[in-house]
Nanobody, 115 residues
Framework: QVQLVESGGGLVQPGGSLRLSCAAS????????MGWYRQAPGRQRELVAT???????NYLASAKERFTISGDNAENTVSLQMNSLSPEDTAVYYC?????????WGKGTLVTVSA
């Protein structure tokens, strides 16, 4: 059973930074990618950033210049450094891992950007 545990959410002022981390445990084999989605109130879940074991990354357009995703293949962890946060970034952020084509999700961590 794959389990994902996220940490690092919280309240931050506009322009501030946060770092989210996620650790995967359980039966981890053939990981295709790890990354982060987010869901704001009243909106659909959207992809924020992904990273493959080979280091290829993909970002939401609005996050590309502000967020940096990194991963540790040996530890099965993924992190998301978020800078220059704005209120539009307020959402629940979900870690995910793709194992043999099957996505597994964390429970989510709330990020609130507010003055």
């Amino acid at each position: 059973q794959v389990q994902l545990v996220e940490s690092g959410g919280g309240l931050v002022q506009p322009g501030g930074s946060l770092r989210l981390s996620c650790a995967a445990s359980g039966i981890i084999a053939s990981i295709g990618a790890m990354g982060w989605y987010r869901q704001a109130p009243g909106r659909q879940r959207e992809l924020v950033a992904t990273i493959t074991p080979g280091g290829s990354t993909n970002y939401l357009a609005s996050a590309k210049e502000r967020f940096t995703i990194s991963g540790d293949n040996a530890e099965n962890t993924v992190s998301l450094q978020m800078n220059s946060l704005s209120p539009e970034d307020t959402a629940v952020y979900y870690c995910y891992v793709l194992v043999r084509g099957i996505p597994y999700w964390g429970k989510g961590t709330l990020v609130t950007v507010s003055a």
